[in-house]
């Protein structure tokens, strides 16, 4: 690759400040521990650069990747051994000079009340129970069409529709000669009950008994509450028995379905409370609650859709609309989310809002409603405090997490711990943590890199650091003579740049 004169002379200063910073800080590292040159077991001395510390040579020098001077290392003959042995056994002092080069402060590690929030996004829809159809039950011809465009709230008895209707009128004729001939109960009993299953009102059968005067249109009424969201009554049109008149939704409630991803699923539960915001109503929050976990998982995108009720008697949240949700879930002293407080309540298997304390039927279907699962006892205020460490303490690989303790002063020691779902600013204990112990929240990456120079056991190299030497990272090999590197080997200077006239190849 080819560098421009002034972008060389930019790398070659940043690479030699950071190495002499590093430099540095590595040399006063290792004088906190003493003035003598630390030496190994069998008398020899291994040195290494700050930059790398995989590099452990027998004598100084500099080093192969970077021509950085090294520096000398300690030994790690003491970091042999299992992971928590050799992590217990090494211990690095730091004098207070050299703490103060490095910005090392620690945090005390103690039981506080924990939130683990679920941030997710899901798209409002109408409450599925709320939804009505009207149908025209009878063929005949609309002369009349009170509702004629859709968004239009309609109340249970609003007209909707004047309807022309042969077969209708046929029924009330009927009605009217079983009634002159003064027919069997049955009969007249029968012909009414016809009129009613045809869409006619009560109102309106009782008014044809009493007037004994046929109408040849028919007023068609709503029989529920909601907001026409579709329209298919015509003007003048014809309706056959059957055909859809319009279609209603109460948006007095509505649902937002979340995508919650797989490895969230496990705090979610049932009757936990959601926070939600909307572009439409900033600086609004919207309250609602968990009624259902979709039991199946949607492949493509590993979320499963968690449906929220929320009340809606003002219109607010139209459905379509976009919202962000927060599901926030106070934590008990071992990481598991606390119990939501509906567990040993009643509710129905076919509709989820229906919640009550005593056992019974639905008010809706009539089916006979099932316990809650879980825990029934609210959890004490003790049990809702965690032990809790800053994540700005926690050192993470991917394979293992530390912490640095500060055991006594100036001398840490890495321990590794275990952790559950982060929550803030905080991760919740599950072990290798005590109440009171001081951890690094600030420059334990350099505590991490001067362990690794000294060859002790550290984040990456559970066991310290055999004698390796170029880009052999981690198992022991005999050091090899290594030419300084170009190109891209290693973190090389970049050559000079080319001077006129000359091509670079």
Same mark, same amino acid.
């Not at 030497?469 to 080997?489: D, R, Y």
């Given at each position: 690759?080819?560098?421009?004169?002034?972008?060389?002379?930019?790398?070659?200063?940043?690479?030699?400040?950071?190495?002499?910073?590093?430099?540095?800080?590595?040399?006063?590292?290792?004088?906190?521990?003493?003035?003598?040159?630390?030496?190994?077991?069998?008398?020899?001395?291994?040195?290494?650069?700050?930059?790398?510390?995989?590099?452990?040579?027998?004598?100084?020098?500099?080093?192969?990747?970077?021509?950085?001077?090294?520096?000398?290392?300690?030994?790690?003959?003491?970091?042999?051994?299992?992971?928590?042995?050799?992590?217990?056994?090494?211990?690095?002092?730091?004098?207070?000079?050299?703490?103060?080069?490095?910005?090392?402060?620690?945090?005390?590690?103690?039981?506080?009340?924990?939130?683990?929030?679920?941030?997710?996004?899901?798209?409002?829809?109408?409450?599925?129970?709320?939804?009505?159809?009207?149908?025209?039950?009878?063929?005949?011809?609309?002369?009349?069409?009170?509702?004629?465009?859709?968004?239009?709230?309609?109340?249970?008895?609003?007209?909707?529709?004047?309807?022309?209707?042969?077969?209708?009128?046929?029924?009330?004729?009927?009605?009217?000669?079983?009634?002159?001939?003064?027919?069997?109960?049955?009969?007249?009993?029968?012909?009414?009950?016809?009129?009613?299953?045809?869409?006619?009102?009560?109102?309106?059968?009782?008014?044809?008994?009493?007037?004994?005067?046929?109408?040849?249109?028919?007023?068609?009424?709503?029989?529920?509450?909601?907001?026409?969201?579709?329209?298919?009554?015509?003007?003048?049109?014809?309706?056959?028995?059957?055909?859809?008149?319009?279609?209603? /939704?109460? =948006? #007095? &409630?509505?649902?937002?379905? +979340?995508?919650?991803? !797989?490895?969230?699923? $496990?705090?979610?539960?049932?009757?936990?409370?959601?926070?939600?915001?909307?572009?439409?109503?900033?600086?609004?929050?919207?309250?609602?609650?968990?009624?259902?976990?979709?039991?199946?998982?949607?492949?493509?995108?590993?979320?499963?859709?968690?449906?929220?009720?929320?009340?809606?008697?003002?219109?607010?949240?139209?459905?379509?609309?976009?919202?962000?949700?927060?599901?926030?879930?106070?934590?008990?002293?071992?990481?598991?989310?606390?119990?939501?407080?509906?567990?040993?309540?009643?509710?129905?298997?076919?509709?989820?809002?229906?919640?009550?304390?005593?056992?019974?039927?639905?008010?809706?279907?009539?089916?006979?409603?099932?316990?809650?699962?879980?825990?029934?006892?609210?959890?004490?205020?003790?049990?809702?405090?965690?032990?809790?460490?800053?994540?700005? /303490?926690? =050192? #993470? &690989?991917?394979?293992?997490? +530390?912490?640095?303790? !500060?055991?006594?002063? $100036?001398?840490?020691?890495?321990?590794?711990?275990?952790?559950?779902?982060?929550?803030?600013?905080?991760?919740?204990?599950?072990?290798?943590?005590?109440?009171?112990?001081?951890?690094?929240?600030?420059?334990?990456?350099?505590?991490?890199?001067?362990?690794?120079?000294?060859?002790?056991?550290?984040?990456?190299?559970?066991?310290?650091?055999?004698?390796?030497?170029?880009?052999?990272?981690?198992?022991?090999?005999?050091?090899?003579?290594?030419?300084?590197?170009?190109?891209?080997?290693?973190?090389?200077?970049?050559?000079?740049?080319?001077?006129?006239?000359?091509?670079?190849?």
């Amino acid at each position: 690759m080819n560098f421009t004169p002034l972008r060389t002379s930019v790398l070659v200063v940043i690479a030699l400040v950071v190495g002499l910073l590093g430099g540095a800080l590595g040399v006063s590292f290792l004088r906190s521990g003493g003035a003598d040159a630390p030496a190994l077991a069998d008398g020899a001395q291994v040195w290494t650069c700050s930059m790398h510390p995989q590099v452990r040579l027998p004598k100084p020098g500099k080093c192969p990747i970077c021509s950085m001077p090294l520096i000398l290392a300690k030994s790690g003959a003491k970091s042999t051994g299992t992971n928590a042995a050799a992590a217990s056994e090494s211990m690095l002092e730091l004098s207070d000079h050299a703490r103060a080069m490095a910005s090392v402060a620690t945090a005390v590690v103690e039981r506080r009340a924990l939130m683990h929030e679920i941030r997710a996004v899901g798209k409002v829809q109408y409450n599925e129970t709320t939804l009505a159809v009207i149908n025209s039950r009878v063929d005949g011809y609309i002369e009349r069409l009170y509702v004629d465009f859709t968004g239009v709230d309609v109340q249970p008895g609003d007209h909707l529709v004047d309807l022309y209707s042969p077969d209708l009128i046929v029924a009330q004729q009927e009605l009217l000669i079983a009634l002159e001939n003064r027919a069997s109960t049955n009969l007249v009993a029968s012909a009414r009950l016809k009129l009613l299953r045809w869409g006619l009102t009560q109102a309106q059968v009782d008014d044809l008994t009493q007037h004994r005067k046929i109408s040849e249109r028919v007023t068609l009424f709503s029989p529920s509450r909601g907001t026409v969201t579709e329209k298919m009554a015509v003007q003048k049109g014809m309706v056959k028995a059957g055909e859809m008149l319009f279609r209603l /939704a109460n =948006l #007095d &409630s509505v649902w937002l379905y +979340l995508d919650v991803y !797989e490895s969230e699923l $496990g705090r979610v539960q049932y009757g936990q409370l959601v926070d939600l915001t909307t572009e439409a109503h900033p600086g609004r929050t919207f309250s609602g609650r968990i009624w259902f976990i979709n039991p199946v998982l949607t492949e493509e995108s590993r979320t499963v859709k968690v449906l929220v009720n929320i009340a809606n008697t003002d219109h607010a949240l139209k459905p379509g609309m976009f919202a962000s949700a927060a599901i926030r879930i106070p934590l008990l002293s071992d990481g598991r989310a606390a119990p939501t407080g509906v567990a040993g309540q009643f509710t129905c298997p076919m509709h989820p809002l229906v919640l009550q304390p005593q056992p019974g039927n639905c008010k809706l279907c009539g089916m006979a409603l099932t316990q809650i699962p879980g825990p029934t006892a609210q959890p004490k205020p003790d049990e809702l405090k965690v032990l809790a460490v800053p994540v700005a /303490a926690v =050192l #993470d &690989s991917g394979v293992r997490t +530390l912490v640095y303790v !500060e055991r006594a002063k $100036g001398q840490f020691a890495p321990v590794e711990v275990k952790l559950g779902a982060r929550a803030g600013d905080f991760y919740p204990v599950l072990s290798g943590l005590n109440g009171g112990e001081q951890v690094a929240v600030r420059g334990n990456f350099l505590l991490d890199s001067q362990f690794q120079v000294q060859g002790m056991p550290s984040l990456f190299y559970p066991q310290g650091q055999a004698a390796v030497s170029g880009h052999q990272h981690g198992g022991a090999a005999t050091p090899a003579p290594v030419a300084k590197p170009t190109g891209h080997e290693g973190h090389a200077m970049p050559k000079a740049a080319p001077k006129p006239g000359e091509h670079k190849h």
